[in-house]
């Protein structure tokens, strides 16, 4: 069950919360100030969303790689390796206003 709880109340029910949470019986939304700013929930339900995550980041980097490759095609292996190390070095002084080069 999804209970909702200020973080004044969290404070003194810290124990009380953390064992019903634990024992996989509520799920809590952490209010301040009468707006959501955290959520407390199980081990499992953390396990889950965390390979939910991980599932749609490794589909979406699929994705992003099919689409590069669909684009650039036609350029060269070592083309394509110039260019990304240009970009890098590009990165790293807009960075970090100073140059990577040895």
């Known amino acids: ?3 909702t709880i200020t973080s004044t109340d ?3 029910q810290i124990k009380k919360v953390l064992n019903e949470v634990g024992y996989g019986q509520n799920q809590y939304i952490v209010e301040k100030f009468g707006e ?3 959520a407390i929930i199980s081990m ?3 396990r889950l969303l965390q390979a939910t995550r991980q599932a749609q980041t490794a589909a979406s980097l699929r994705d992003v ?14 083309e394509l390796t110039t260019l990304m190390e240009e ?3 590009d990165f790293y002084q807009a960075r970090t206003g100073t140059s990577d080069e040895k």
Do not use: I, Y
């Open 10 to 12: 969290l404070r003194v």
């Open 1 to 3: 069950m999804l209970k």
């Open 87 to 89: 970009a890098r070095s």
């Open 65 to 78: 790689v099919a689409t590069v490759r669909q684009r650039n095609q036609d350029v060269e292996t070592a």
């Open 44 to 46: 499992a339900d953390f």
């Open 36 to 38: 959501p700013t955290a």
